[in-house]
């Protein structure tokens, strides 16, 4: 571990308020194909006080929170002379706490099930000692020898986004937009903590990819510079000589980090995110500090190339891309790698690393060169080739559109010849949506890009969605890589990037970054 990159890490601990939300309104889940997984909920108005064993209720704070759980439980006649047992289920959406948890099978262990089964033994203020994403809370009494008052439930929250800081969209937007910015901003400020967390309901990891996505849309939204910082030291500390960063770190109880966990496009968009950094903080020390680094990433991808030009993996170590089955990667990471060479030429030459510019702007233009030669299939018109198995998918052409192998009118006939046909893997999470998104403004197809923000996004918003979620699939909305929807995160860190989409390209707002 880098002691000083650690340290770093530590001086720019963000800190995490976020206020108190309470809730007395009891909600019935109800079934409403409308919604989304088809359970809704009917207001049923305020929760009574007086509660027996086998009585339970559903609260719905309005919102979705991140937080510590506290309620006040009181005797009604006499006092309290048994404990009083109560389970609490949390749910980010209704779906969660109208299914059965006790029948759930899938890959993720069934501790990430939020839940929790207490005894109180005197009347007073109750806190729970664990922190809970969740909308929706199930209250059943399970045992009380005589009948308690359940009152002021609180969800005392924690985010570390400045949410003073974020600029209202003008007036006369438009409203879908409105709402979608709202939902995107809702979910990055619940997945900022101390670290910026994938989900906060499970996982509470630190992953490079989602970092990404988070930090841009931050620059735009609470331009917390302080977390970025932290989050890019903390994988600094992970460096080790001749292997990627970490894809992904755990920071409590201390810095942990698998070594297997390697991802060489994860590795590749560390630099990327430096990149950003220094866009829009203009920060010149923490770049100048943490260049090496990337420039490691870099390098390390430089020396897989293959005699033909094409990046190779490190044994033992994947790519990720997309959750979308069956995926082959190889196109898609030589996409991440240009596209990672682009913004690298351009951080060189703005913190004064001209040598290394035009390095990086040779390699760029020759290892196109050799995408172009060894990934691209003329007669199909499209990015097709053995190193993936002959495989037809959105996600390589959307690579080598962002790697600029393929520009202009040629890019926007590769790109929309694959999003409409069913030959072709199509995406599968908000995350590989962005990049779709940012392919189209790439090319300049500006109301195209617009129209799929509305059409994605909003998909999800006119679903009822308070947050963005982890997985989303039109038309196909229990598709899940863990086998299980419970296992879900309904609030997730790369799902957030359409208001920064909405706020640096769409709508003029006072703290963009663009403006």
Not at 259 to 285: F, H, N
Not at 328 to 347: D, H, R
Not at 487 to 503: N, V
């Amino acid at each position: 571990m880098n002691a000083y990159y650690l340290k770093k890490a530590k001086d720019n601990m963000p800190d995490c308020a976020g206020g108190t939300r309470y809730s007395d309104d009891i909600v019935e889940l109800i079934a409403d194909e409308r919604a989304h997984l088809g359970v809704g909920v009917k207001p049923l108005g305020k929760n009574r006080e007086s509660f027996v064993t086998g009585d339970r209720f559903v609260l719905d704070f309005g919102e979705h929170c991140v937080g510590i759980l506290s309620f006040q439980l009181t005797h009604v006649q006499s006092y309290l002379d048994a404990p009083v047992c109560l389970r609490l289920k949390f749910g980010e959406i209704p779906y969660e706490i109208d299914t059965d948890f006790k029948n759930h099978r899938g890959e993720l262990i069934s501790s990430w099930l939020s839940e929790e089964i207490i005894y109180v033994d005197f009347p007073g203020k109750v806190t729970l000692p664990r922190r809970y994403a969740f909308r929706y809370l199930e209250v059943e009494i399970l045992k009380t020898r005589q009948p308690v008052k359940l009152t002021d439930f609180a969800v005392h929250k924690s985010t570390s986004a400045d949410e003073r800081k974020m600029q209202p969209l003008p007036a006369g937007t438009d409203p879908l937009l409105v709402s979608i910015d709202s939902v995107a901003a809702k979910t990055l400020a619940e997945c900022m903590q101390e670290v910026y967390e994938d989900g906060p309901k499970r996982d509470h990891r630190l992953w490079i990819g989602d970092l990404r996505l988070q930090a841009l849309t931050d620059s735009c939204l609470f331009q917390n510079h302080k977390l970025v910082k932290h989050c890019l030291y903390l994988f600094a500390a992970c460096q080790k000589d001749g292997q990627y960063l970490p894809g992904c770190l755990y920071d409590k109880p201390e810095l942990f980090y698998d070594e297997g966990m390697g991802i060489t496009d994860y590795a590749l968009l560390y630099a990327v995110t430096l990149c950003d950094y220094y866009t829009y903080s203009k920060d010149m020390e923490t770049t100048l500090d943490l260049y090496p680094v990337a420039k490691k990433q870099v390098e390390l991808a430089a020396s897989l190339h293959d005699e033909k030009g094409i990046i190779t993996f490190l044994d033992g170590w994947s790519s990720f891309i997309d959750w979308a089955e069956g995926l082959k990667t190889t196109t898609a990471v030589e996409g991440v790698y240009l596209y990672t060479l682009e913004k690298m030429a351009e951080l060189a030459e703005a913190i004064g690393k001209k040598e290394d510019a035009g390095e990086y702007r040779a390699a760029l233009q020759k290892t196109r060169e050799c995408a172009y030669k060894n990934l691209f299939d003329p007669q199909k018109n499209t990015f097709c080739n053995v190193y993936d198995n002959n495989q037809y998918s959105v996600q390589a052409q959307v690579w080598m559109i962002l790697g600029g192998v393929v520009e202009g009118e040629e890019a926007w006939t590769i790109l929309t010849q694959c999003l409409s046909n069913d030959d072709y893997i199509q995406p599968v999470t908000p995350y590989m949506h962005h990049y779709v998104v940012e392919a189209m403004i790439r090319i300049g197809r500006m109301e195209e890009a617009l129209d799929y923000i509305k059409n994605y996004w909003g998909g999800m918003v006119q679903a009822g969605a308070d947050t963005f979620w982890e997985v989303y699939v039109p038309g196909n909305p229990t598709l899940t890589p863990y086998g299980n929807l419970l296992l879900h995160s309904w609030c997730h860190a790369w799902s957030c990037s359409p208001a920064y989409f909405i706020r640096t390209y769409f709508v003029t707002v006072q703290n963009s970054p663009m403006h």
